[in-house]
C-alpha cells in the first residue's frame, strides 16, 4: 500500500490541512465530551498528547496513500482510505495513550467522537473541493462547446464524470439521450436524461447543441449510420468514444473522443480469441511470414510478436517496405527476436538458403499479386507469384521441416472471374495436395477486403474526396465484404491454430457491403454533402470484376468450428498426382509468348472458372 512519495508544495499544504483538522478534531472531541468546559486536568491531557496526535495521524495518512491522489478526482475508494487510516491512527493513539497514561484522566469516548469528526473533516474538505471543480470548471481559455452524450450507460456516466473532472476537454455536457424509457428525467452526476435518440434535432436546437457524442458499445454499423445521418439533418457534429472494454484495460481513455471512422458504420464486433491455443503453437517458436511488409502481412507479423516467438523472420522482396517495417520495428519491439530478409519467392535459392539458415516452425504465405484489374493485364505475372511463388515455399517448407504453413487466400478465390481468382484457388489446391502426402500440416484461410489496406477502394474513395471527386463506383449495386486488418490477421492466427492440416478456414465477415453505400458514408464522415459538394460517378465494371463475391463454391459444403467466427469448407476429394501435373504445365508455360494458351490451360484446371485476362 506504500508508495514512492515525493513532498511537492501542493502536499505538504494537504498534510498542513490535515494537521489543522487534526487539532480542530481533537479540541472539539473535548469540547462536545465536557459540554464546552473542559476541566482543567483533561486540558492539560489534550496539551500533552496532541502533538503524538497529529504525527501519528498524518503518518497514517501518508500511508495509506491520502497525499498520493488528486482531490479533484476524490472517490468512494479515497473515502475507504480514509476510513482505513483514521481507524488506524485513532487505534495508536488509543494505545499510545494507554501505555503511557494508563489512561488515568482521559476520556474513552473522546476516541469515538474525535474519529468521527476527523472522517468528515478529511472526507468532507476533499468531496467539498471536488464538487466546487465540478460545479464551477475553469474554462481553460476557451469557450465551452455544448455537447449531448448519447447514452446513459456506463460508457456515459464515465464520459460525464471525466468532463467534470477535466475541464480542459472543453465540453458542457447538457444532457443524455437514451432509448431506455426507464432512464428519461433521471439524473447523472446532476445531468439530466431529456429523451430518446430519435428527439435529438428537437432538443439539439432548443438546447443550442454544437456535438453529440456516441458513448453506447453496443452500437452497431446500421445504428451508427443511422446516428450520423440525424447529427447531419440537425446540423451537429457526431463523435464516439472508444470501446469501455479497451477503457477498462487501459489502453485507452475515455476522454480520446474521435471522429466516427468508416469501421463504425461497418459495424465489426471485437475478434475473440483462443489466446492459448495460438501460444501453443507461436509462443517460442520460429515464425517466417512472406510478404511481411504488406497490408496483412506486417500486422500478422505485429500479431505474432505479442505471442512471443523465439524468432519472427519478416520475408519481403520491396526493399523500401522493408525499410519502413523495420524502422516501426526497432522502435515498437526493440531488443525482441527478429530478422529482416530481403528476397523473393520465386529466387528459389535466396528462399531455400533463407528457410536453411532460420529454420522456421510455422510459415504464414501472404506474399501475392492482389490487384484484379493489373492481373487481368499481366496474367503470365499473376501465375508466375501466385502459383508458383507459392509453390517455392510450400516445397522449401518442406525441404527446411516447416510444422505449420499457412496460407493467405481470398474470397477472389471461389468460382473465379478473373485471373488474380483462378491463380489464388491453384494456390489453395497446392497446399490441399501436398498436405496429403507430407508431415507439414497445410492449412489455407480465406476471406475477403479488409479496410484500408494499399490499394484498396477506401484510400481510394479518401483520395478522390480529398481532391474534390468524383467519387467512382463500377455499379450502383456491387457490394463486397470487409473486414479490419487486425481483425484478418488475429483470425488468420487463429485459424492456424485449430489446422490439423489440409482445411480451407473461411473467416466470417459479415453482410456484404454495398460500394455505392460506402462512398456514400465516407463522404458524409468528411463533412460533404452528396450532390451538392461531391457527386458519384458510375464508371461500369471492368474486366475480371464480379458484381457479389462468396465465401465457398458451389461444390463445397461449409462446418461450423470451435470458433463462431471462422468456418471450415469441405472440398471433394483430390486426385492431386494428376492435379499436380497440370500445375505444373502451367507454371513451366507461365514465360511463354502467347497468354491466351496460358490462360486456356488456366481455366481448365478450375471448374467454374470465368477468368479471362488479357495481355
Known sequence: MKTRFVLSAKRFMVMVTDAISTVVAFWLAFDLRFNFSIPEIHLKMFY???????VVRVACFWFFGLYSGVWRYASMNDLLRIFKATVLSSFLFFVYVGFVYHLIDFSRSVFIIDWFIIVCLVGGSRFLYRLFRESYPARAGRERKKVLIIGAGRAGEMLLREMKQNPRMGYDPVGFLDDDRAKKGLRIHGVPVLGRIEDLTRIGEKKQVEEAIVAIPSFGGKEMRNMMQLCE????????????????NGSVHVNQIREIRIEDLLG?????????????????????????????????????????????????RVENELYRINMEFSHAFAGRPYTMVLGDILDTRRLDRAMEMYKPDVVFHAAAYKHVPIMESHPLEAIKNNIQGTYNVVRASLGSGVEKFVLISTDKAV?????????????????????????????AVRFGNVLNSAGSVIPLFKEQITKGGPVTVTHP???????????????????GAMGEGGEIFVLDMGVPVRITDLAQDMIRLMGLRIGDDIDIVYTGLRPGEKLHEELVCEEEESLKTMHGKITMVKSPPLDWPALKTRIEEVMSTADATDPAMVLDMLKALIPGSTGAGHG
Open 268 to 316: 465489426r464486433e471485437r475478434v475473440e480469441l483462443n489466446t492459448e491455443q495460438i501460444r501453443r503453437y507461436l509462443t517460442g517458436k520460429r515464425v517466417l511470414v512472406t510478404g511481411a511488409a504488406g497490408s496483412i502481412g506486417s500486422e500478422l507479423c505485429r500479431q505474432i510478436m505479442k505471442m512471443d516467438p523465439e524468432q519472427l523472420i519478416l520475408f519481403e
Open 477 to 495: 449495386e456491387m457490394t463486397r465484404y470487409f473486414m479490419s486488418i487486425p481483425e484478418a490477421a488475429q483470425l488468420v492466427m487463429q485459424a
Open 233 to 248: 439533418g440537425a446540423g451537429i457534429t457526431c463523435k464516439t468514444v472508444p470501446a469501455v472494454s479497451d477503457i477498462l
Open 48 to 54: 500533552s498528547t496532541l502533538p503524538v496526535l497529529v
Open 415 to 443: 468460382s473465379p472471374a478473373n485471373v488474380m481468382g483462378a491463380t489464388k484457388r491453384i494456390a489453395e489446391l497446392i497446399c490441399q495436395g501436398m498436405n496429403s502426402e507430407n508431415r507439414t500440416r497445410f492449412i
